[in-house]
């Protein structure tokens, strides 16, 4: 039989109370939060024993875990989860942060590309984690692709769209491309790709390239089927998820091993080709989402916690995302209305340029 996780209002207060101060403290601190600590600042009075013995029953609840013999508690991962989701206290957002943010929105001849990359500095900046903002497709219709060889190990894909905006973006080729089986590739997607946007064009990719397989050579197919035309590379003006703040998470990881952790998760995001996960994590509703952990995949490595939340275009369709990634002992308070604010400022952005 699974057993049933607890439940912050089956607490009695003197629980609770303990509870939110372990987490608080830890939150705060990063280290264990000891039965002395508590006794100092607590509402009653009570002995250290009475809280040992509380903390043990949390212990035992699966919402604290002591790292050491003798020392103080630590949050475990559903203890995170019973706080954020049941005890969280979402302060205002700080005026200097506001500003620092606002002052991104900068002025309306800056491309889109140019502000988001702004914002994803402030954010990294404002919050001490590391930021991902997951930019707009363009949506129009795609005319033409073109492959262009610039070296054996760069290239370039030229995707015009219908409404006359072109977008040029420079990747690594897999292995063995030529500028023959670049044109074979070109070819087989301008067969396929008029008339559709970006956002369908892989489903198409994979719909005709397995139908047409014996038409398009080992090569070229590769070039095809690894979606450089729907990639941007990491650094380039129009990638479609910018990370930044990368050093902000390095820094906070003194553990090899977490560090280790840490760049997998970071390649992992750099060398992604579909991207629409991440943007999945925000459409089960509107407003600020909060993963712990291994309650995502992508971040579940590092065991990083990621708060995230849409933004949307004037027809309320969810066309992007922003997000903070840290420690699971990130200031959820604190974040929280950073990323909303965020969110709405570029949702607000996108919309009025529109």
């Known amino acids: 039989m699974t057993k049933q996780p607890p439940n912050i209002a089956?607490?009695?207060?003197?629980?609770?109370?303990?509870?939110?101060?372990?987490?608080?403290?830890?939150?705060?601190?990063?280290?264990?939060?000891?039965?002395?600590?508590?006794t100092r600042d607590f509402s009653e009075q009570v002995s250290a024993a009475t809280i040992r013995n509380v903390m043990q029953?949390?212990?035992?609840?699966?919402?604290?875990?002591?790292?050491?013999?003798?020392?103080?508690?630590?949050?475990?991962?559903?203890?995170?989860?019973?706080?954020?989701?049941?005890?969280?206290e979402v302060g205002d957002l700080d005026g200097e942060d506001r500003q620092k943010i606002d002052r991104?929105?900068?002025?309306?001849?800056?491309?889109?590309?140019?502000?988001?990359?702004?914002?994803?500095?402030?954010?990294?900046?404002?919050?001490?984690?590391?930021?991902l903002v997951l930019t707009p497709k363009h949506e129009a219709p795609i005319k033409h692709i073109e492959f262009v060889s610039l070296s054996r190990e760069r290239a370039l894909v030229v995707l015009v769209f219908a409404d006359g905006h072109v977008e040029n973006r420079i990747f690594t080729p897999p292995p063995g491309q030529t500028p023959s089986s670049m044109r074979e590739a070109a070819n087989f997607l301008n067969a396929i790709a008029e008339g559709h946007t970006l956002s369908d064009l892989g489903k198409v990719i994979a719909r005709e390239i397995a139908a047409r397989r014996q038409e398009i050579d080992s090569l070229a197919a590769d070039l095809?089927?690894?979606?450089?035309?729907?990639?941007?590379?990491?650094g380039e003006r129009t990638e479609r998820l910018i990370v930044r703040g990368r050093g902000n998470l390095l820094s906070d990881h003194e553990?090899?091993?977490?560090?280790?952790?840490?760049?997998?998760?970071?390649?992992?995001?750099?060398?992604?080709?579909?991207?629409?996960?991440?943007?999945?994590?925000?459409?089960?509703?509107d407003g600020v989402r909060i993963f712990i952990g291994s309650e995502n995949k992508l971040f579940s490595l590092s065991g990083s916690s990621l708060v995230v939340s849409p933004y949307m275009n004037a027809d309320r369709k969810i066309i992007g995302a922003v997000g903070v990634i840290g420690p699971?002992?990130?200031?959820?308070?604190?974040?929280?209305p950073i990323v909303n604010y965020t969110a709405q400022l570029v949702g607000k952005m996108i919309a009025d340029r529109s």
């Open 10 to 38: 089956d607490m009695n207060d003197r629980s609770r109370e303990v509870f939110r101060r372990v987490v608080e403290g830890y939150l705060e601190s990063g280290a264990p939060v000891g039965s002395r600590t508590l």
């Open 224 to 234: 095809v089927e690894n979606g450089f035309a729907l990639w941007e590379n990491e």
């Open 104 to 131: 991104t929105m900068g002025a309306n001849d800056q491309d889109v590309a140019t502000v988001l990359d702004k914002v994803g500095e402030a954010l990294s900046g404002v919050t001490h984690g590391a930021s």
């Open 328 to 336: 699971t002992r990130l200031n959820y308070g604190r974040i929280v």
């Open 57 to 88: 029953d949390l212990e035992f609840l699966g919402l604290l875990d002591s790292p050491h013999i003798s020392a103080g508690r630590i949050p475990t991962q559903l203890g995170l989860r019973m706080f954020v989701d049941g005890l969280l």
């Open 255 to 285: 553990n090899e091993t977490d560090l280790q952790r840490i760049r997998s998760l970071f390649d992992d995001l750099e060398r992604k080709r579909d991207i629409a996960q991440f943007l999945d994590l925000t459409e089960e509703g």
